[in-house]
């Protein structure tokens, strides 16, 4: 028995994997339920009917959704440029300074009706901006994106941690940093008395748009040559680091939109705990979704009912409320596999070393 | 084992991969001191059929034996070990180490040490007159010489039986007539000698006999005396009568398109570059740059169309069209079609559709403003495959799934639908088979009508058939401009490719 590589791809390979994955994660899962001495099958459906079984149920799933879906989004259309965005998290959180700056200090100076259209654009543009940094570096000195955006994550998070403790700090709410709530005006609006906010229609839109434009532009046909082929790019005359900015600033917009979404959407202000970790999920998401926009608000909802499936476990059973990260690295860890699975093969034959 | 067992014999070889028959019921030998061609068209199964003999597939029936022995391969180290070794069309030969390193390198791998693999190294290499200097880095040397140093690897392994995976490919005239005295002496030490080829002058000046490959079976197989003509073995190879000319009618050149002046630049990455390169191209003629791979042709093609990384130009002047640009300043320009020498990479984008490939330089035509209208260009690309036969379903094809020659076709039809004033073809019929290469020569001769054809090929017969003028180029320079009716001229080109006259003194092997 050995390991080789398929010589031709597999057909449906982007279902294969995402099926792989989510099964992956699904057994895994029901060894560490077992271990904890509760029934896997009993904890999958209190899961399932925690998750899908009930109106709430169904919108928590979506109000994770929304940010997932755009972060998700943001990994995407960067990848497909084969520009790795580890930054999703930093440029999130830099529009939910944007928005919360908008919602704050701009709100007073604008009508009612023009509060929620300049949160939107603030943490768009904070988030997009914020996303130049590892794109200028990247065109100018050639500094790898993965490594400029994952650490500038860091940055924005302490920066955002600086804010709420300090100039944006409420007064009146002792010992809780954070900032004062944002005037209504900039609430978006929900739907009934869910949780389900304004922001999911702007997530659906976002892939809506977003796949229009890599299938049916001439700007999104470039990006997808040069991801496939950077030589064949350079060949047809396309600049390359125009793009690159124009795809970071897009990655960069729609992960601050994230931010946006939760600060505007769910918390009404800005706090420790607004930022759980969506920029790292919309990697997870972008890969189940095989990158393609039309199938990341899909895969938005399957990772968000793991993530509110894992939740209701926690209160229902008892288990450690680390079950969820549990679930998802297991989520990341079944991807992994399930490429590998796509990519090669076993072959039966002797033989004692690969070649 | 017996003494007159042959070193290699396939009986009845078949290999499917999957509905696909790529080798049915092959039976072919070779023996020692014996060089056997194996001929036919690309998608004939040759490399299928070497594969499986080099290990690196196993046959779904049939038998290999290896001096009388029956033999099974899992994979290509077990071939090695019967003495089988495989020359591919890209060398395994780690380009940062030089010659002695990458030796003793492989060495190591079946138990040989440093000292014993240099004694061998120094001794084989005289044996078979391969010369190549093993202290020199493989990444400086020429194609021909990485050759020799691929064969003297596998000599020092022991190899008693190599395969050529069409070795010429790569290698000017004189470079080839060297391999073929490399096959003389391979002959004379007892060694067995397969070469891949769909060249016809090849099989008759250098094997000793010949095995034709059509559609997986072999269908003949010959001594060369007994072949009476090139043509009837291309009527046997390809299955129907060929032509091995194309028509090439008169023409009047027109008003000059491209003028290069005191043209200098450099390659990319330590290649050669081209220094005082005076050329012009004028509509209606094809001037071809031939040049032995290494010599600076793709770094000048490179900087002339502006579109790849391969060169750069630095000093002297471009004129295109009316325009007079400094070297520095030139960037290329929309009126250059290009056909670049990696078809594969460069040329265009192998998981994508044939559609979506055939607006690569197309763009502008791709749909109105900002949008990308795909059916618009499958449209087009369905009547660029009826127009130029290309061998596809459809334009939904992936282009990773075409032949090279069909997706050389398809280039070809893209660059020709953007009607340019300079149409420029590098090597554009490197590794194709004859009907592929027919098509696209008469297409260039078509083409002489609306724009002037600056070609870059190390392939003689190509460039006689097509070019009206033909530059020399040596180490970076043009050594001579001669027209291609002047016969006495043209005779001197093998000459002028391995340095010519001024050269001989320092370079010891043609």
Redo the contacts between chains.
């Keep these: 028995m050995r390991i080789v590589r398929r ?1 031709r791809p597999i057909r449906y390979k982007a279902l294969v994997t995402a099926l792989l994955a989510v099964g992956f994660a699904l057994a895994a899962g029901a060894l560490v339920f077992a271990g904890q001495g509760v029934n896997p099958l009993e904890a999958y459906a209190v899961m399932v009917s925690g998750a899908l079984g009930s109106l709430n149920g169904l919108a928590e799933v979506a109000v994770k959704a929304v940010p997932l879906t755009l972060t998700g989004l943001s990994v995407a259309v960067a990848a497909t440029m084969l520009l790795w965005n580890i930054g999703a998290e930093g440029q999130f959180v830099w529009g939910a300074i944007g928005a919360g700056w908008a919602a704050l200090y701009l709100s007073p100076f604008l009508p009612t009706a023009l509060v929620i259209p300049a949160c939107l654009l603030c943490g768009a543009l904070a988030g997009a901006l914020w996303a130049m940094i590892p794109a200028a570096l990247r065109v100018r000195y050639g500094v790898s994106e993965i490594l400029t955006t994952l650490l500038l994550n860091y940055v924005a998070i302490i920066f955002m941690e600086h804010l709420y403790f300090g100039p944006w700090r409420d007064p009146m709410a002792f010992g809780f940093p954070g900032t004062p709530t944002f005037p209504e005006a900039s609430w978006l609006p929900r739907l009934g008395k869910t949780r389900l906010h304004l922001g999911a229609l702007v997530a659906v839109l976002a892939a809506a748009g977003l796949h229009l434009l890599l ?8 990006i ?2 040069t991801g ?2 950077a ?2 790019a ?4 396309m600049n390359t680091s125009r793009q690159t900015y124009a795809v970071m600033a897009t990655a960069g917009a729609l992960a601050g939109l994230a931010g946006m979404g939760e600060v505007c959407g769910i918390h009404y202000l800005i706090r420790e705990g607004i930022n759980p970790g969506y920029g790292y999920d919309g990697i997870i998401v972008a890969c189940l979704a095989g990158l393609r926009p039309a199938l990341v608000p899909v895969y938005g909802v399957v990772l968000g009912t793991f993530l509110i499936g894992a939740d209701r476990l926690q209160s229902a059973m008892q288990l450690p409320s680390s079950i969820g990260l549990v679930l998802e690295g297991a989520l990341l860890l079944g991807l992994l596999a399930a490429e590998a699975v796509t990519r090669f093969r076993i072959a039966s ?3 004692d070393d690969n ?1 | 084992m017996s003494e007159n067992a042959p070193l290699l014999s396939c009986r009845g070889v078949t290999k499917r991969f999957g509905e696909v028959v790529a080798n049915r019921d092959i039976t072919f030998e070779v023996r020692s001191g014996q060089v056997q061609a194996l001929l036919g068209e690309n998608g004939a199964g040759k490399s299928t059929l070497m594969s499986v003999i080099a290990g690196r597939f196993r046959p779904d029936a049939g038998e290999i034996h290896v001096r009388g022995e029956l033999v099974q391969f899992s994979r290509p180290a077990d071939a090695m070990r019967m003495g089988i070794g495989m020359v591919y069309q890209r060398f395994m030969l780690v380009e940062r180490l030089t010659v002695a390193e990458n030796i003793r390198l492989s060495a190591h791998s079946c138990g040989i040490g440093s000292r014993e693999a240099d004694r061998r190294m120094a001794e084989l290499s005289e044996r078979y007159g391969l010369g190549v200097d093993p202290s020199r880095t493989v990444g400086s040397l020429s194609m021909g010489e990485r050759q020799r140093a691929e064969i003297l690897k596998l000599l020092v392994q022991n190899a008693n039986i190599l395969i050529f995976d069409e070795p010429t490919a790569v290698l000017s005239q004189p470079e080839a007539e060297g391999l073929f005295k490399i096959f003389d002496r391979l002959r004379q030490n007892g060694c067995g000698v397969v070469f891949i080829t769909h060249k016809l002058e090849e099989v008759m000046a250098a094997a000793d006999h010949i095995s034709i490959l059509r559609r997986g079976r072999i269908i003949a197989s010959v001594a060369p005396g007994e072949i009476e003509s090139k043509r009837e073995l291309a009527r046997l190879m390809v299955g129907r009568e060929f032509v091995l000319a194309v028509d090439k009618p008169e023409l009047n050149p027109g008003e000059t398109v491209l003028e290069l002046k005191h043209f200098a630049g450099s390659g990319a990455s330590g290649r050669t570059g081209f220094e005082g390169v005076n050329l012009s191209v004028r509509r209606g003629e094809i001037l071809a740059v031939i040049g032995v791979a290494g010599n600076g042709q793709s770094a000048l093609a490179a900087a002339v169309t502006g579109n790849t990384d391969a060169g750069l130009a630095e000093s002297g002047s471009v004129t295109f069209g009316d325009e007079t640009v400094s070297a520095p300043d030139w960037k290329g320009h929309h009126g250059i079609a290009h056909v670049p020498e990696d078809r594969h990479n460069t040329g265009s984008v192998h998981d994508m559709t044939l559609a979506e490939n055939y607006a690569l330089t197309r763009l502008d035509a791709a749909g109105d403003g900002p949008w990308f209208d795909l059916s618009r260009i499958a449209k087009k690309t369905q009547k660029a495959i009826e127009n130029y036969s290309i061998r596809a379903t459809g334009a939904e094809d992936m282009a990773g799934s075409l032949s090279g020659g069909n997706l050389q076709k398809l280039i070809l039809a893209r660059e020709l639908a953007r009607k340019p004033e300079l149409f420029v073809a590098e090597q554009p019929t490197q590794g194709l088979d004859i009907a592929s290469t027919e098509e696209i020569w008469a297409a260039l001769i078509r083409q002489r009508k609306h724009s002037g054809i600056l070609l870059f090929s190390g392939d003689l017969k190509e460039v006689l058939t097509l070019a009206d003028r033909i530059a020399v180029m040596f180490r970076g320079r043009i050594l001579e401009v001669l027209d291609a009716l002047d016969a006495d001229a043209v005779a001197r080109i093998g000459l002028l490719m391995a340095g010519g006259e001024t050269a001989e003194g320092d370079s010891q092997c043609a």
Excluded: H, M
């Excluded at chain 1, 049916?216 to 470039?222: A, E, F, M, N, V």
């Design positions: 010589t299938a049916r532009t001439k700007w999104g046909y470039r997808r040559v496939r082929s030589q064949a350079r060949y047809a005359g034959g002797k033989g070649v």
